[in-house]
């Protein structure tokens, strides 16, 4: 038996989100598939963490084991001919038994792009929350950046999460002006979180609350008394789903990955 | 009776076409039916040129006469408020009778952008032509520089064209590398052609020529004797319509815009 680890990019715009569900058209059924229609076995793919309805996959990491002797280097265009079109293999490797795609990962990252123009992005409607009012981004990036560090973050939680605990850490946040780099992303701000494991919509709400403040509705200086607080903000404060990324996901070099 | 002028961004891919068809589901009939529910009149709407199914627009330029009194800075707001998400009116403005979407333009630009990684971009699939052979950029340069000017464009032409005069100038033609200022489309690169006009299929396969060049199954110094010929290259060599762009469409400041 060996262990496949592969990076996976996908529009989630017209999937029930990662995981397979009873009724669910999910992005592990199509990865699952497709691994059936290559090899004819059935396996479990287990993925670095779910991800939502319409959110977006930039580097989803997956792993499962296979009997199948096709070359590791052949797989990603092998996959790519049997998934549907929103649905990318990137790589593929061979990793040791002892890689697991969730319990391996090190590190997260997340990016949220919010365009602040007054019309929408045709051709990024589907990935690019669209917010025509005025946000204050220095008021927003020093939000952000009293949530770096470890935190209780039970108030950028969902109310329904079940997680033993709420203890995260946040290691690196940045927002970039995707325009001054390049012309067509004039007013299209993106917000990137990386940490140790996020909980349930945590990003989701941590970006809702920093529209607040780039609203100027909330000051920057509230976030620490909102982490003290535990108290789950608001479910109408959970930013849209549509534009959230899965960015990256990284494994430390003793992670048994085989290169 | 008031003249509008407008431009419109759209994602062609759900679309047969901008222009109006007896069974077709066009740009053209959704923008006609926002009018109406915007002022209840039937107006028809004259574009800059047509583009094909599956074609997009940054900058498509519209008119349309109507007697509604709705104020030019209100229309862009109100028309996409009635408009599906993949069509947005970006400004709007009254102008003279005397300018003509189609026939006041003086300038058309068009982008086709390709993606020359090993693996499509997931997000931009549908704007992106995947090409994952190596190409020769310079060598495609230096093809694209042979057409610009005044030349008879029939080889670039399909053979099913009744325009009298295949005659049209190219003033311009650039090809970027977007890779070089935004990391994201690193091996992406985007042909723009600026002419006086366009013929049906022209830009597509002046670009499937170019692949040809870039591929080197063709040189650049056989443009000249192609152009010559006056003969339709074959139509297989017609780039795929998702990776055109209609840009940009200038009118000289003596056109009867009124600002």
């Keep these: 038996m060996r262990r496949l680890k592969m990076i996976v990019s996908y529009d989630g715009t017209a999937y029930s989100g990662f995981q397979t569900q009873p009724h669910g058209n999910t992005i592990q059924d199509k990865l699952e598939l497709a ?65 697991h795609a969730r319990y391996s990962a090190k590190t997260k990252t997340y990016a949220y792009t919010i365009n602040n123009n007054k019309f929408p992005d045709v051709m990024r409607r589907k990935q690019e929350l669209h917010h025509p009012r005025p946000l204050d981004w220095e008021a927003m990036r020093e939000a952000l950046r009293h949530l770096e560090g470890e935190h209780d973050f039970t108030s950028f939680c969902s109310a329904r999460s079940t997680q033993a605990s709420h203890v995260r850490t946040i290691y ?86 085989a290169t």
């Design 172 to 257: 690196r946040t940045r927002i970039d002006h995707l325009g001054d780099r390049h012309p067509d992303y004039q007013g299209v701000y993106r917000i990137f979180v990386t940490g140790n494991g996020f909980l349930y919509n945590m990003v989701r709400m941590i970006v809702g609350t920093l529209i607040e403040v780039g609203e100027g509705r909330r000051s920057s200086s509230e976030i620490p008394e909102i982490l003290e607080a535990r108290n789950p903000m608001h479910e109408k404060l959970t930013a849209m789903a549509h534009g959230l990324t899965l960015w990256e996901v990284r494994y430390d070099s003793g992670d048994g990955t």
């Design 35 to 99: 691994v059936k229609l290559l090899t004819g076995d059935t396996v479990k793919v287990v993925s670095s963490g779910r991800t939502d309805a319409g959110v977006h996959a930039r580097g989803q990491v997956i792993h499962f084991d296979t009997e199948s002797r096709i070359p590791a280097e052949r797989w990603a265009i092998a996959m790519n001919s049997r998934l549907p079109d929103d649905i990318v293999v990137l790589e593929a490797q061979e990793v040791d038994q002892s890689f």
